[in-house]
């Protein structure tokens, strides 16, 4: 059995975007219309007003290519509306002042999927700022909340292998 869409969609945000934090906690972007999409191996991905736009690199048509599937805002917030831990992230993103507080909403560089190939100055830049003990675990928290969100989605069909009907009738 696949997996679906949206829980695709949501593993991928677990595993990806620098800016996955901000898109848990409802902040959406403007409608540009450029094609900026962004990757991080295994995921390419963008976001546009509407949806979070997603594909594996291994099918993904390059840097002016939208990726092909999409969840939409909509859905991820249904996804883990219900979640306990999601007040205690908001909390913990709305606590922060800094000039610079959107670099502590930015995943740090050893939750990435690519984590041992960063310099190791991008690790000691995340590890001392200040709060970095409470940025690691709102990350790891959003992490974990996408994963179960992902585990929760039931399998559905996303359209009708034409092949297989044909086959059996």
Known sequence: ????RIRDGLICL????FWTLEAILGTRP???GEVKASMSRPWAYQKTRHAFHYESVDTWGGWYAHPRNAITWD???????EDPRLPEIRAWSESLTAVDAWRDRMRPHRLTTSADQWHPSYHESDETRPGWAARLHAWESTIALLRDAAART???PEQLDLLDFLETT
Do not use: F, R, S, V
């Open 154 to 156: 039931p399998d559905e």
């Open 75 to 81: 859905e991820l917030d249904k996804a883990i509306a």
């Open 14 to 17: 677990a595993e990806g975007p």
């Open 1 to 4: 059995m696949t997996a679906t």
């Open 30 to 32: 403007p409608c540009t």
